[in-house]
C-alpha cells in the first residue's frame, strides 16, 4: 500500500502541471568544508519555494557530481533523501547533475497550455499548435529536467562547464570566487550549441530565509549569454525552457516535448 501511495504522490509531483512548476537541486549547503559531506535535496514547486523529493532510479537518466574536469561516482539508494549525497571533496567548485527521464502530462484546458507558453515566451505557439490541426484539449505533452547547482567546497575556485546535458545552464562566472559587481554571466546551451535570445527566468531570495523570491526576466544574446546583476547573501535559481513539436503516432501520443534547464547556486556575503 505504500508503495502504491509514494508511486501515486510522486507522479502527482513530476507529472503535474507543467506550466506551473520548477524542479531545482538544493543544497543543504552551498558552501562546504573539504571533506565535508555534501547534501542536497530536489525540489518541485513554484516562485523558489518547493517540497524535498526523494532519489528514485527509475524516473533518474543522469546523477553525477563533477568537480575539476572529473566525474565522481555516486552511489545513491533508493528513496534517498536528501536526494543527492557524497561523503566529502577535495578544495574546489563542485557541480551537481541530475537529468530525469520522459515524463507526460494531458491539458484538459487549453488556457493552461497557452498561459504556459506566454509565461516561457514562446512567441506564435498558440497558433502552431492550432495550425497542425492540433486539439484545444486532451493532448499531450512530454518533458524532460536538467538541473546542476554549484556549491563551493573549501575556496570554491574552479569553473563550471559543459556537461553533455541536452540543454543547460552553464555559469560562466563562479560565484564563490569571481567579482560579480559586473553581474553573474550564464549561457544556455541547446544540443551544445547556444540559444540565442531565448528568455532566461531569475529567482532570488536571501539566502536561509523564506521570504517570497525576487523573479526577473532577462534575454540571451547571440552568444546564448545572459548577465544579470546578483546580490551577496542570497541565493539564486535560473531557468530556460524549450519546447519543440513532435509527430505522434498514436493519438495518445506527445505532440509537443519540453526540455527544462535549471541552476541554482549562492553568492556568499560579504
Do not use: C
Not at 7 to 35: C, N
Not at 83 to 112: C, I
Not at 170 to 175: F, I, R, T
Amino acid at each position: 500500500m505504500f508503495k502504491r501511495s509514494f508511486k501515486l504522490l510522486f507522479a502527482l509531483v513530476f507529472a503535474g502541471p507543467i506550466y506551473a512548476h520548477e524542479f531545482w537541486i538544493s543544497p543543504v549547503d552551498f558552501e562546504v568544508d573539504v571533506q565535508s559531506p555534501i547534501a542536497a535535496h530536489f525540489r518541485v514547486g513554484q516562485e523558489f519555494k518547493g517540497g524535498s523529493h526523494s532519489y528514485l532510479s527509475r524516473y533518474t537518466t543522469r546523477h553525477e557530481l563533477h568537480q575539476g574536469g572529473a566525474i565522481l561516482e555516486m552511489s545513491p539508494r533508493e528513496g534517498d533523501r536528501p536526494a543527492m549525497q557524497y561523503p566529502g571533496l577535495e578544495d574546489g567548485l563542485a557541480v551537481l547533475v541530475h537529468e530525469t527521464t520522459d515524463s507526460t502530462l494531458t491539458y484538459r484546458e487549453f488556457d493552461k497550455f497557452v498561459n504556459f507558453i506566454k509565461h516561457k515566451d514562446f512567441e506564435g505557439l498558440p497558433e502552431a499548435h492550432l495550425a497542425r490541426g492540433l486539439p484545444e484539449v486532451g493532448f499531450v505533452e512530454s518533458y524532460r529536467r536538467f538541473a546542476k547547482s554549484l556549491i563551493a567546497v573549501g575556496s570554491g575556485v574552479g569553473q563550471d562547464r559543459p556537461v553533455g546535458l541536452e540543454i543547460e545552464i552553464v555559469a560562466l562566472s563562479n560565484p564563490y570566487t569571481e567579482d560579480l559587481s559586473e553581474g553573474m554571466a550564464v549561457q544556455v546551451l541547446l544540443n551544445a550549441a547556444p540559444r540565442a535570445d531565448v528568455q532566461v527566468e531569475v529567482f532570488s531570495r536571501p539566502a536561509g530565509t523564506k521570504e517570497p523570491a525576487g523573479i526577473q526576466l532577462y534575454r540571451t544574446d547571440a552568444d546564448g549569454i545572459a548577465r544579470f546583476p546578483v546580490r551577496t547573501g542570497h541565493d539564486y535559481m535560473i531557468d530556460n525552457v524549450a519546447l519543440r513539436p513532435v509527430e505522434p503516432t498514436n493519438t495518445d501520443d506527445p505532440v509537443w516535448h519540453s526540455l527544462w534547464a535549471n541552476l541554482t547556486f549562492a553568492v556568499p556575503a560579504d
